[in-house]
Each structure stands twice: as C-alpha cells, then as structure tokens.
C-alpha cells in the first residue's frame, strides 16, 4: 500500500472516532440538560412549598426521582388523639389577622332548629302525695346537640297530565288534546338527576372521594350503581352542560385587563404512552381582585411547554402577571 493510500485510511479511522466522539459527548450533553432542568424544578417546587402561601404548600415523597403526594394517607399521618375540639374563640384565623369572636349563639344562628319535648304523660300527671293533677308551669332548656341527617335516595316518577277539549269534541266530533309539558332528562335514557351528578361531582373533585368509594356508598343505600355508570355520568355532563359554561368563562377572562398565571406538577395514573411517574402540568388562569367578574380556569397539559399558555392566551390584550418562568414570554 503506497503511503498516500496509508494516510487516507488512518485519517477515515480518526473520523469515524472522531465521529463517535461527537455523538457520545451530544447524547451525554442532552442526559446532562434534561437532569439540569429536572433539578431546577425540584428547586422550584422546594421553593413554593417553603415560602408560598399554606395553600401551595405540599408534603412529598421521593420515589426514584418522582414527586408523589400523600393523599393516601393523610388520615393516619394527621391523627392526634390528644387534639382538642375546637370552641368558637379558637377557629382558624385568615392572613394572620384573628377573626372577631362570635358567641356560640351566632355561629350556629343559621341551623334550623328543631324542639325535642320530653313531657310527663299517663299516670306520672298524678302527684305521688295527694294523687292531684299536675299542672304545667314550665319548660327549662337543658342542652344542644348537633345533628346530621344521613343522604337520602328515592326516584322521582315523571308523569305528564292530558287534558281535552269537551266543547270540540261536541262541535267538530274531534277533541283537542292538552298535554302538560315535562323537563327535559339532563341524560338521554338515564336516571340521572342533576342533584345525583353534582353530589358525585362535589364528592370526588371537592372532597377527593374516588368513584369506587362511592360506589359502595351507593349500595349501603340499597343501590346497585357501578362506579362505570357513575364515570358516564361525570364525563357526559361534564361535556353536555359544563363545557359551554368553561367557554363563557374563558371568554369573560380574556376580557379582562389582568390576568395571573401559573403552573404546577400533577401525575395522572394509566395516561396513554405516559408511565405513572411522568410529570404532568395543571394551569390555572385567574382574574385579578379588582376584576368584574372574579374567573379561575384550570387546565391540564401533558408538559410545561410555551404552546400551552400561548393557545389559551390567544386573543388576549392585557397584563399577564406571572413568577418569571421563561415560557410566559413567547406568549
């Protein structure tokens, strides 16, 4: 082999490793910015639950990496059987400011209230001295009770009256027929009520109560209602009666002359081509306290990604106020 031939082959080796070279250092580049960016959110996450308000504030577990947060066991971690009952002088107070007192009189002054008589009767009416009659001079008030009434279930029959005309059957031989008008079902081919949807809505988005829970609060009940029926009901109302309500606010809040905006970590289990600990986004968007209307909109996204807040945005004129994360920029 000449030696120019010689130096062209040692020249394609140290291309080649050259070449791979180059792409080794790229993908540990690409490691080292995605671990960079990923502690930077552990950052900021430690920062707003140390110095953001109570309500930001959350306990998290670390598990390979994952932020998980303790809903699970919440009731066992809290518990103090030492913990007093709360009386009305020592109520949560807000912005550090204690909330005037109020006598245990005017807090419970919207409580219906309900009598509970317990009255001599029969032969007790009889003196034990002299066998007299008792008279009543008096009721003396012992003690409160609160009192809560477990939730009841019953079905309602729709039934619509007809009525017809006796003047136009005997005129023409033909009646005219009346019949009084129903409201419309909030399902197609369902029992569902709009106070048995937004009792199951209020249950799991409010209270956290899954719909397995429910279920079997349902049949306690003596009825037999899987949490797959359950499910159909929140999905379909969700998207018949509560969606166009989503779009008036959202059109409102893009009214508005300032709007603040922000982002948090949520994990969302069984997502399509997602693992359980990937990190998903929740936006909230809300009108400013001056505002006409006072709007809070949430919206889920798979990422923190500038496409997302620059969509909802879309049309807005105003004041984005923010915490400076750099996305918000591009918007």
């Given at each position: ?16 490793a050259?070449?791979a ?33 109570s ?23 809290e ?38 008589v ?16 008792l ?65 199951v ?50 059109k ?37 306290s ?42």
């Amino acid at each position: 082999m000449s030696k120019q031939g010689s130096n062209r082959s040692k020249n394609a080796v140290e291309f080649e490793a050259l070449k791979a070279t180059v792409v080794s250092l790229e993908k540990e580049n690409a490691e080292l910015r995605k671990k960079l960016e990923r502690m930077n959110e552990l950052l900021l996450n430690a920062q707003r639950a140390r110095f953001g308000q109570s309500s930001e504030k959350s306990v998290y577990v670390m598990d390979d990496g994952a932020e998980q947060l303790q809903l699970f066991n919440e009731a066992e971690k809290e518990q103090d059987v030492k913990a007093e009952e709360p009386t009305p002088e020592t109520f949560a107070v807000t912005e550090h400011k204690r909330k005037k007192k109020r006598s245990q009189e005017e807090i419970l002054a919207d409580l219906p209230v309900e009598e509970v008589v317990y009255d001599i009767t029969g032969d007790q009416l009889n003196c034990t001295k002299c066998s007299g009659t008792l008279q009543l001079i008096g009721k003396e008030f012992v003690r409160k009770e609160l009192v809560t009434i477990p939730a009841q279930t019953k079905l309602l029959h729709y039934i619509s009256c007809s009525y017809a005309c006796d003047c136009c059957e005997k005129d023409t031989g033909y009646a005219s027929i009346y019949k009084a008008q129903t409201p419309a079902p909030l399902m197609k081919r369902s029992m569902a009520s709009p106070a048995s949807v937004a009792d199951v809505m209020t249950r799991k988005y409010v209270d956290g109560l899954p719909l397995y829970r429910q279920e079997q609060i349902w049949k306690r009940n003596g009825v037999q209602l899987s949490r797959n029926t359950l499910a159909n009901w929140v999905i379909q109302c969700s998207q018949g009666w509560l969606k166009p309500i989503y779009k008036r606010l959202k059109k409102h809040l893009l009214e508005e002359l300032l709007i603040s905006a922000d982002e948090t970590v949520v994990q969302v289990l069984k997502e399509p081509d997602r693992p359980a600990t990937s990190d998903s986004r929740m936006w909230v968007y809300t009108s400013g306290s001056q505002a006409k209307r006072h709007i809070r909109i949430f919206e889920y996204q798979p990422t923190r990604g500038a496409e997302h807040p620059k969509r909802f945005l879309s049309g807005f004129k105003g004041l984005l106020q923010t915490d400076g994360y750099a996305v918000y920029d591009k918007c």
